[in-house]
């Protein structure tokens, strides 16, 4: 039986609970006294009975106080230097999440992981469906050097959802400065690539990532299989590879896959099958959203599904590769290359970015995406609007209250349905 488990040597607890049943037994004691001299008044029973009692209460809380306490330290390692009522509340915060919509993310790069921190504060039923077309920096070169999967995208997404202490976290993220063959490198990029040698599968050595990091969700590629961008340019020239196609900062026309006959990640499918919320973005346009929508089984198994479908477009342009195009635009390259049926709302931001931000971006040749709302409205979809970018060097949204926003706006959307 498991509780003799309890009994074995070593744990410490075995003495906390003989003296909690000496306790428990001196109070029966007592019980039984009081009943047989009720009728009967001796002070020196009756001071005898208190004084045991008292013994017996004092015993059990001293045992049940060693007995917390040893549970205390067995779990307190796992949490850094987390005082036993954090760990409790964030226990039982975690344990209400699990009660939130199933989450569909889909995009990559640092759009995406950002993403996922917002919207685990509302849900657990997260999956990430991640683009594996990255060939540039340390995915790039093991993408090419091991023959797998570029982790990169991938690794930023683990660490968005990980419940596992600072120090894990910032040990995944670190990148190696120095070392030949290692700079550049980052260790969580070794790390999964490491794993995927030793169990020769990508897909498992994922999932061993996301248990060393206490995910709060799924982490999936979006197809298994190695696949290469390749995109057509305004000016009729092509490119191929990301890294080739963003560095070029020309104005596409389109993208396709190579080859374009790729499967999907089955978890990826059945994740979107019974999906209550599929968001899409934000991030690159035809570089990280788009890879994800050209593969025919997800665009297939999106269009299927019951679940309400969100594109979160990006605050700025992109120099060359979306530049000049307003939101409109972007919504309809999305479409163009899949099906008008993808999305249901878009979300658009408003806020006013400070005139100094806006300065040094357009020096690298991005601007405010313009926000031709009533032109998507027209065309049938939902807007979804706020001020939700954060304080920075950067423009990024506040993915928190981006989540809350889009939650909402879904639950309103629940709402009229029933209606």
Not at 251 to 265: T, V, W, Y
Not at 340 to 349: G, K, L, S, T, Y
């Amino acid at each position: 039986m498991k509780f003799f488990k309890w009994l074995y040597p070593g744990i410490g607890i075995k003495r906390w609970i003989i003296l909690c049943s000496l306790g428990l037994g001196f109070i029966v004691v007592v019980a039984l006294l009081t009943v047989k001299t009720m009728s009967k008044t001796s002070v020196l029973l009756a001071s005898f009975a208190t004084a045991l009692l008292i013994l017996g209460i004092f015993l059990i809380y001293t045992s049940i106080k060693h007995m917390v306490r040893i549970f205390v330290r067995a779990l307190m390692p796992l949490n850094g230097d987390d005082s036993l009522v954090d760990i409790v509340y964030q226990k039982r915060r975690v344990d209400s999440l699990l009660h939130g919509p199933r989450v569909v993310a889909i995009g990559g790069g640092t759009g995406l992981s950002t993403m996922l921190s917002g919207i685990k504060t509302v849900t657990s039923n997260i999956t990430a469906i991640v683009t594996v077309t990255d060939t540039g920096g340390s995915s790039g070169r093991l993408r090419d050097e091991m023959d797998i999967l570029p982790p990169g995208d991938i690794r930023n997404c683990l660490v968005a959802l990980a419940d596992a202490g600072p120090l894990i976290r910032d040990l995944f993220q670190y990148r190696f400065e120095l070392g030949e063959g290692l700079k550049g490198h980052s260790f969580g990029n070794l790390f999964i690539t490491a794993l995927s040698m030793v169990t020769g599968d990508f897909e498992k050595a994922i999932a061993e990532s996301s248990k060393v990091l206490a995910i709060r969700g799924r982490v999936l590629p979006s197809t298994l299989e190695k696949v290469t961008i390749v995109g057509e340019f305004m000016d009729g020239t092509s490119a191929e590879g990301e890294t080739h196609i963003t560095g070029l900062k020309k104005p596409l026309r389109s993208i396709r896959l190579r080859p374009d006959d790729c499967k999907a990640c089955q978890e990826a499918l059945d994740a979107i099958e019974i999906a209550d919320l599929i968001i899409m973005g934000p991030g690159s346009l035809y570089t990280s959203i788009l890879p994800n929508l050209l593969i025919k089984d997800i665009r297939e198994a999106v269009l299927r599904s019951d679940a309400y479908k969100v594109y979160i477009m990006n605050a700025m342009t992109q120099p060359g590769e979306t530049t000049g195009m307003s939101a409109w635009d972007h919504l309809n390259v999305i479409i163009d290359h899949t099906d008008p049926r993808i999305i249901d709302a878009c979300f658009v931001n408003t806020a006013t970015i400070p005139e100094g931000m806006l300065q040094r971006y357009a020096k690298q040749g991005s601007v405010p995406v313009k926000l031709n709302i009533e032109k998507i409205r027209e065309k049938g979809y939902r807007i979804i609007q706020g001020d939700v970018l954060q304080e920075g060097e950067q423009v990024r949204h506040d993915s928190e209250r981006l989540m809350k926003l889009i939650l909402d706006h879904y639950k309103e959307h629940i709402q009229r349905a029933k209606e």
